[in-house]
C-alpha cells in the first residue's frame, strides 16, 4: 500500500482543481441568457449541465434559476456523461442520432 502525505495529497488536489476550469473555459463559448418558463433548467438544480435536445455541440448551465447557454468549439460535442466538449464518437451525445 502507498502512504502520502496529506501535504502531497492536498497539492495535487489543488492542481486538479485549478487547472480544471482553464481547459474547460478553452473549449466552450458563452451566448445568450435566458429565464424563460420553459427554460432547460426547469427541475434542474444550480450548477447542473444539460445537453441541447436539438444540437449535440450546444449545452445549457442552469444558474440560480438562469440558463446560459455554451457552445463546444468546432467539431465538439457535448459529452453529458462527463459534462465535458469531447469529440463526437465520444461524446455519446443523444442529439448527434438526430442529426
Avoid at 436539438?54 to 457552445?71: I, K, L, M
Amino acid at each position: 500500500m502507498i502512504k502520502v502525505s496529506r501535504v502531497a495529497a492536498s497539492a495535487v488536489l489543488a492542481v486538479s482543481v485549478l487547472c480544471l476550469p482553464v481547459y474547460a473555459a478553452s473549449a466552450q463559448t458563452p451566448t445568450a441568457t435566458t429565464s424563460a418558463d420553459d427554460s432547460p433548467c426547469d427541475g434542474y438544480p444550480h450548477g447542473a449541465l444539460i445537453a441541447d435536445p436539438d444540437d449535440p455541440a450546444t449545452y445549457h448551465q442552469c444558474s440560480w434559476g438562469e440558463t446560459h447557454t455554451f457552445h463546444c468549439a468546432n467539431g465538439l460535442h457535448f459529452n453529458p456523461r462527463q459534462n465535458i466538449c469531447d469529440r463526437p464518437e465520444d461524446a455519446g451525445n443523444p442529439a448527434a442520432d438526430q442529426k
